[in-house]
């Protein structure tokens, strides 16, 4: 028997209803249950991929293309779940397809309204895709009280009536701020959240409550009356040193175990021994490292979350500390000088994806301070086309090697993408398309070149990565790239996508086509990540 639990946010954004949603499922499957996590949204967007990183974050990608909120790689991260298409949902696309089937009839003339006809769509996406799962955790986005999450809201509060408390429970997550000034916590705005909560019919079953403090015991007391909860259902979600403290610190508060009460389960004790491994491997490192991050999102720091948190594994891998430096690609195309300033102090440099010809000159500067001074670099996407260009104009007699993403000037060595083999079937683009969803999206095979660095780390020829991306390396300058010193070390089956690239004359060079940091997991980090910060503890070691 499925069961339905729905997690909701109050007072504030960016409470870590996410996170939390994560970490819970992180302790169900240490209980012995199988889980599913989704995110349903209430933006108008389709979904993220047109929306700009510095906004709303990264865009996450699964395995079968879908472009979605960044919380979906929270949910991979902590419990390994592969997550599908059918695993977030905005109002956007809600309503585009109830509107699809207005048009095709499918309403039979009746009129469309949001009860029941959207609210309706809403419980068929929770519904849909399940197998045997012992329970499915959805995080509604957004705040109690915005307009726009109001049709999510009518439909969980009639999932909840439909199901019953014996396959249903509600999770509130609130803030309990701290006043400086006062020398109180304050519990007003949880008491206004939950009856926020509760005017549209939704009684919560806990409340996770957010907070830098201790929460005495009188006022949580307080809080339980006042919203209706037991005492025990009152958890407190207090900030922890990294993230993946958070498993362990919300079972110390009861969290796994109030569900399970809730739904009447015993439910073994969970083993907690693999997240007390990987918090320890990050909290007592033998080392520490510094890598250089240049990008052009970096006003935003969750426009890259999966990226620092799988440079984050590679360090818990190799038992070091990864300090981010983030630099702005921007900065370095003032002066080689600027450059050197940025970059003297640091072990590795890496440069991520992107999009557009702002900063591009930036960062083929600092990839070609890491090929002059041998520093360990790692191009991901946009950072691996960089690296061909700055190689074909340095070193591959190429001056004016461009790319067409940059306008029609120069010899293009990176084009727009009009054909490609998904599956068994031809995915066709032109320049007119629409910019939403029309990119290369999700898991490609790629075949890996015999004694290269990529075949070592993989410790395999066959790999499958996520992409993200519109624009492609010409495979026809494959043999004028080897004679600048750079070998495509990986290709797609047919060998028309050049899909890896590295320096075999410097001592860790790596680009990559595809988003390795979207498949890295704390307790399995991705080999290109756990190489690279070895790299950079190498090179530290011999300066």
Same mark, same amino acid.
């Given at each position: 028997m499925t069961r339905f639990i729905f997690i909701t &946010?109050?007072? +504030?954004?960016? #409470?870590?209803?996410?996170?939390?949603a994560a970490a819970l499922g992180a302790l169900l499957q240490a209980r012995g249950f199988k889980v599913r996590l989704r995110k349903l949204d209430p933006y108008l967007n389709v979904d993220p991929g047109t929306m700009s990183p510095t906004q709303h974050g990264e865009v996450f990608v699964t395995d079968d293309g879908a472009e979605t909120d960044l919380d979906l790689g929270h949910y991979e991260r902590f419990t390994g779940v592969h997550n599908k298409k059918t695993d977030n949902v905005t109002t956007g696309r809600i309503y585009s397809d109830v509107l699809a089937r207005e048009r095709r009839g499918d309403y039979l003339g009746a009129t469309i309204q949001v009860i029941p006809h959207v609210t309706d769509a809403i419980k068929a996406f929770v519904y849909n895709d399940l197998t045997d799962e012992d329970f499915v955790l959805c995080e509604i986005g957004g705040t109690v009280g915005d307009i726009e999450s109001l049709p999510f809201l009518e439909a969980i509060r009639q999932l909840g009536n439909e199901l019953g408390r014996e396959r249903a429970c509600f999770i509130h997550v609130t803030l309990i701020p701290y006043i400086k000034a006062a020398g109180e916590l304050k519990t007003k705005p949880t008491q206004h959240s939950v009856k926020e909560l509760q005017s549209v019919g939704i009684q919560p079953d806990i409340l996770m409550c957010r907070t830098e403090q201790e929460l005495p015991q009188?006022?949580?007391?307080? !809080?339980?009356?006042?919203?209706? +909860?037991?005492?025990? /259902?009152v958890i407190l979600a207090k900030d922890v040193a990294n993230i993946y403290d958070v498993p362990v610190a919300y079972h110390e508060q009861g969290l796994d175990a109030q569900v399970c009460?809730?739904?009447?389960?015993?439910?073994?004790?969970?083993?907690?021994?693999? %997240?007390? &491994?990987?918090?320890?491997?990050?909290?007592?490192?033998? &080392?520490?490292?510094? +890598?250089? +991050?240049v990008g052009k999102y970096v006003s935003l720091q969750d426009s890259y979350k999966s990226l620092s948190e799988a440079l984050t594994h590679g360090g818990i891998a190799n038992r070091l500390r990864v300090k981010l430096k983030w630099i702005d690609s921007e900065d370095l195309e003032q002066s080689d000088e600027a450059?050197?300033?940025? #970059?003297?102090?640091?072990? /590795?440099?890496?440069?991520?994806?992107?999009?557009?010809? =702002?900063?591009?000159?930036?960062? !083929?500067?600092? !990839?070609?301070?890491? =090929?002059?001074?041998?520093?360990?670099? $790692? &191009?991901?996407?946009?950072g691996m086309q960089m690296a061909v260009l700055e190689t074909a104009r340095a070193l591959g007699g190429m001056p004016e /090697?461009?790319?067409?993403?940059?306008?029609?000037?120069?010899? @293009? #060595?990176?084009?727009?993408?009009?054909? %490609?083999?998904?599956?068994?079937? $031809? @995915?066709? =683009?032109?320049?007119?398309?629409? $910019?939403g969803g029309t990119m290369r999206l999700g898991a490609y095979e790629c075949h890996l070149n015999a004694g290269s660095i990529v075949r070592d780390m993989y410790g395999d020829k066959v790999i499958f990565e996520r992409h993200r991306h519109r624009y492609e390396v010409n495979v026809a300058y494959k043999d004028a790239l080897e004679k600048a010193g750079m070998t495509m070390s990986g290709l797609s089956p047919d060998g028309s996508l050049p899909e890896i690239v590295e320096r075999p004359d410097h001592p860790w060079f790596v680009g990559v086509q595809f988003h390795p940091e979207l498949k890295s997991k704390p307790f399995e980090p991705h080999p290109l990540f756990v190489g690279f910060i070895a790299a950079a503890e190498k090179r530290d070691r011999l300066v």
């Open positions: &946010g109050g007072v +504030v954004s960016s #409470l870590g209803k996410g996170l939390g009188d006022q949580r007391g307080k !809080i339980a009356l006042f919203c209706n +909860v037991s005492k025990d /259902a009460s809730h739904f009447g389960l015993d439910g073994k004790s969970p083993d907690l021994s693999r %997240w007390n &491994g990987i918090s320890d491997a990050y909290t007592n490192p033998d &080392g520490e490292v510094t +890598v250089a +991050v450059v050197a300033e940025h #970059l003297s102090d640091v072990s /590795a440099i890496l440069v991520p994806g992107g999009f557009g010809k =702002r900063g591009s000159e930036g960062k !083929i500067r600092a !990839i070609a301070y890491a =090929r002059e001074h041998k520093v360990p670099y $790692l &191009g991901i996407c946009f /090697a461009n790319s067409s993403e940059f306008g029609p000037d120069g010899e @293009q #060595l990176v084009g727009l993408m009009t054909e %490609w083999t998904s599956g068994n079937e $031809l @995915q066709t =683009r032109s320049e007119e398309d629409d $910019l």
